[in-house]
């Protein structure tokens, strides 16, 4: 299987703006190398300030780096615009609240991808298609027209999920899109997410700091910390036999709950 | 011995619509951390601020008591209570950056309480804000005190709101989703901080959290609250290792863990809203094993006297215990 997502050596720096120039250059990313095979799901996990929000916003174009190279589906991010290369790669953000706009129904929410990147084909036909993944992702249509603050935090995140998928990206990205849900909520999230991958054979980067819903969902993980990688590999591995200092802390970290015991 | 906190027939309305806490009771004892856990609309959170008497106006709380190390809060005017909040109890909340004061200093906001109920001097109080935000392993602790909260850490400024709701050696602390906004790795020491307040100034802990991983680190004793009522009560290591409500099992069973390829257990459909005129089980509409009997209050109310508001509870084996791979919180 070739790589679907691939970066080489990427290094973020920022300025910290001051008032008479110059200012601190701080670095947020350094030479951070991943790679994703087609129909993989990567865990990116790390506390925050390590880097792993910067990297998602990096591979989806929403963020230059310094240095470093990005191909996305074989095609060079630096030489494409980000509209060109947002049909194979989207994003879905934590908190169902703010990024929804608030003053349009779900199905146009749904449907504006559609809108901006198939403005041949008919309005008609593109809310049929939005309609049409709102169900996908457990939405009933009579939900459609409902404005996003009329949503559970759940329901919400189902609509994110579908505005990303609408045009059928071969890439989703994800950037903690449990972590404001309940625990319920999130297992049902979670169901959907990977039915979703195998129905259309998607390919997933996964961000998270919890390490119970990376080993559920990722094949392979990336631990991060201040901006660079601490270890990577298969999920199993890494979560069982962690080389690293820090992969051990962060383990350790969890609170791990009694075993159950069997009923009669 | 006496408990320090007793709350009998706590009621939350808002209006008629809406009733987020339906009548609940429960004690804390000196030295114990009794954990609420509930998803959000519970009402958890409801039960923490109508304790300290921080609802707006439009809420409709009542009680058959509220003791607080004996004093009933219930029917006492707002100067009452003002002289009770951050004297007997204090509270610690989950964003520590929202509920810090921005344009005040660590150290004059953490000396407010003290100045404002005990007669010591500003020396005094100085000291006891330096000795604390010491002992919860602030380093320098002395420079600290003349920052501002945008110069903290979330860690940090969870340890500061720590120390300040010990400052007058409250008997009573309410912690409500204290490690929420925080690192894993962080959660750890702050809840490892607050066994020590425990441990060393022998306070009572009412702990709000959404995560039974908490619970299981920290809680001598859990109430599983759903649809404002509490549905489960007993030890924390028996409730989570045996719980014997069918909604404290799904919610258990939620957890993801590496399971390899077999979808998680959900639990179907939300959390109704409940009004005064709502009866029965809560969680009879998305309970696998509801029927009839599940409208039955008094039979709920028997029941709910051996800890599970259910009129059937989970049964098991004494003899299959044990077993199984770890769960991921």
């Known amino acids: ?264 | 011995m006496n408990p320090v906190l007793s709350v009998r027939n706590l009621k939350v309305a808002f209006g008629d619509s809406v009733q987020a806490v339906r009548g609940i009771s429960f004690d804390v004892y000196p030295g114990e951390t009794l954990c609420i856990v509930g998803e959000s609309g519970s009402g958890k959170s409801m039960t923490s601020l109508a304790i300290m008497g921080l609802l707006p106006p439009t809420a409709c709380v009542s009680a058959s008591s509220i003791c607080v190390t004996g004093k009933d809060l219930v029917g006492l005017n707002a100067g009452e209570l003002n002289r009770l909040r951050g004297h007997r109890m204090a509270m610690i909340f989950q964003e520590p950056m929202t509920s810090l004061n921005p344009s005040m200093r660590i150290g004059e906001q953490m000396m407010e309480s003290l100045l404002h109920h005990e007669r010591v001097s500003y020396e005094q109080a100085r000291t006891r804000a330096i000795d604390l935000l010491a002992w919860t392993g602030i380093s320098d602790a002395r420079v600290r005190m003349s920052m501002y909260p945008h110069q903290l850490s979330g860690g940090l400024r969870q340890r500061v709101m720590i120390a300040m709701s010990l400052m007058c050696s409250p008997p009573v602390l309410i912690a409500d989703e204290p490690t929420t906004a925080l690192d894993v790795t962080t959660q750890l020491k702050i809840l490892d901080l607050l066994g020590n307040v425990q441990k060393e100034f022998g306070t009572a802990v009412l702990l709000i959290t959404h995560d039974l991983g908490v619970v299981a680190k920290v809680a001598d004793r859990v109430a599983v609250m759903y649809g404002g009522r509490i549905v489960e009560t007993g030890p924390a290591r028996d409730v989570l290792q045996a719980p014997r409500h069918p909604y404290t099992q799904a919610l258990l069973e939620c957890l993801p863990q590496s399971r390899d390829g077999q979808p998680l257990k959900v639990i179907p459909g939300s959390i109704p809203i409940f009004n005064s005129a709502s009866h029965g089980c809560g969680f009879a509409s998305r309970c696998t094993q509801a029927d009839a009997l599940c409208d039955d209050d008094e039979r709920l109310e028997e029941q709910f006297a051996s800890g599970a508001r259910c009129v059937r509870p989970i049964r098991y084996s004494p003899l299959k215990a044990g077993g199984g791979g770890d769960n991921y919180a």
Request: contains cysteine.
């Open chain 1, 1 to 264: 299987m070739p790589d679907i997502v691939e970066a080489r050596g990427i290094s973020l720096s920022l300025r910290a703006p001051s008032l008479f120039g110059g200012g601190k250059s701080t670095e947020i990313l350094s030479n951070v190398s991943l790679s994703v095979k087609s129909g993989e799901v990567l865990g990116i996990v790390g506390e925050s300030g390590s880097g792993k929000s910067t990297i998602a916003r990096v591979l989806l174009g929403l963020q230059p780096p310094t240095a470093g190279s990005v191909t996305v589906d074989g095609r060079n991010r630096r030489e494409a615009t980000v509209k060109e290369l947002a049909p194979l790669i989207q994003p879905v953000f934590q908190d169902p609240f703010s990024s929804l706009n608030p003053s349009q129904s779900i199905v146009d929410i749904v449907a504006l991808p559609l809108d901006l990147h198939r403005p041949t084909s008919t309005k008609a036909k593109r809310q049929f298609q939005a309609v049409d993944m709102l169900e996908r992702c457990g939405l009933p249509s009579y939900l459609s027209r409902r404005l996003p603050r009329e949503l559970s935090g759940g329901q919400r995140q189902r609509v994110a999920i579908a505005r990303a998928l609408v045009l059928q990206p071969k890439i989703v990205v994800f950037d903690e899109p449990t972590s404001a849900l309940d625990i319920s909520v999130q297992a049902q999230i979670l169901n959907l997410l990977r039915e979703l991958r195998r129905d259309f054979a998607l390919t997933y980067v996964f961000i998270s700091h919890n390490l119970g819903v990376i080993s559920y969902l990722a094949d392979n993980v990336m631990v991060m910390r201040a901006g660079k990688v601490v270890e990577a590999g298969p999920v199993k591995s890494v979560l069982a036999r962690p080389t690293t200092e820090y992969t051990r802390a962060l383990i350790a970290a969890v609170l791990r709950l009694p075993n159950q015991l069997p009923e009669v």
